[in-house]
């Protein structure tokens, strides 16, 4: 078997249908797919039953979480690669083909991003020099392979073996943060993150979180920052970026609250300042280290 393609899925059920079939197109004998799905109140895992039976489908009774959800896929897959796949995402021409010959090409890579594009065709920022507030950083982050510190997981690729070998995607993650993660463990290994150029995805963005509000996105996204920082950075690093954070807070929720009194269109200026004001108190329930 030369590649697992696993897809997780939650509320995606008019999405996923487009997703699957472009997988289908470019899968073979040597090649299976694996669907976890969180419970979704929209009926995708009976969607995908009636829709896709050859497919390996794991309903789960709740929401797991992203993580879990890839991690129980994994224990199943006989793939060398595995590919790690949103729903909300549609293969382009050739890409399985193009990230395995990718990965058999650069066996120095634990894991490689695939090129997302925006619906419209353009790039989709899915490729970052740097962890989450590296720039407070002093060694924690030193002499780590490659350029390139983490890819987007809407569509990456590594080899089971060292997904295995780093115990799979961290379960203390729920949504959000956990590719960021599972690429620093992987360089940590002595492993390089790597880049598909031609391996095309577009993804449209953010559609399992649509029935969530501004606000449980943003908590979710904060936890899982303050979850990476405390995992992999010194406490005196935690302490400058509360501390930067904190600052930086303050003075946007007034600056912001002084310009709602001079603008016509409020609407967005006060959604910012919703954004900044969760941050403030997501803060709050962060101990300074020391």
Not at 137 to 156: K, R, W, Y
Not at 170 to 189: I, P, Q, S, T, V
Request: glycine letters at 6%; one cysteine or more.
């Amino acid at each position: 078997m030369d590649i697992s393609v696993i897809i997780v899925s939650y509320n995606t059920a008019d999405l996923i249908g487009p997703c699957l079939t472009a997988v289908i197109a470019q899968t073979g004998s040597t090649r299976e797919i694996f669907v976890v799905d969180n419970a979704s109140p929209d009926g995708s895992a009976a969607f995908i039953a009636a829709k896709f039976p050859a497919i390996h489908l794991i309903a789960n009774a709740d929401n797991r979480g992203f993580a879990i959800a890839n991690n129980q896929a994994v224990a199943h897959c006989r793939g060398r690669q595995l590919l790690f796949l949103n729903p909300d995402t549609v293969l382009q021409a050739n890409c399985l083909t193009t990230a395995l010959s990718y990965m058999e090409k650069h066996p120095e890579c634990g894991l490689a991003g695939l090129h997302i594009l925006n619906p419209d065709g353009t790039d989709q920022d899915s490729v970052s020099p740097q962890y989450l507030s590296q720039r407070y950083t002093s060694g924690e982050l030193a002499n780590l392979p490659g350029d390139i510190a983490c890819v987007l997981g809407a569509a990456m690729i590594a080899p089971r073996e060292a997904i295995v070998a780093v115990g799979g995607f961290d379960e203390d993650y729920f949504l959000y943060g956990e590719d960021e993660d599972l690429c620093l463990r992987m360089r940590r290994r002595g492993l390089r993150i790597g880049f598909i150029e031609a391996a095309r995805v577009v993804h449209y963005h953010g559609q399992s979180e649509r029935k969530s509000t501004s606000a449980e996105v943003w908590r979710k996204k904060i936890r899982a920052e303050y979850l990476f920082y405390h995992k992999h950075y010194r406490p005196e690093t935690i302490a400058r970026i509360i501390r930067a954070e904190a600052m930086k807070t303050r003075w946007r929720i007034i600056t912001l609250q002084l310009s709602l009194i001079f603008m016509k269109n409020k609407k967005e200026t006060r959604e910012k300042l919703h954004k900044y004001l969760i941050i403030k108190e997501e803060l709050r329930r962060q101990k300074i280290p020391g």
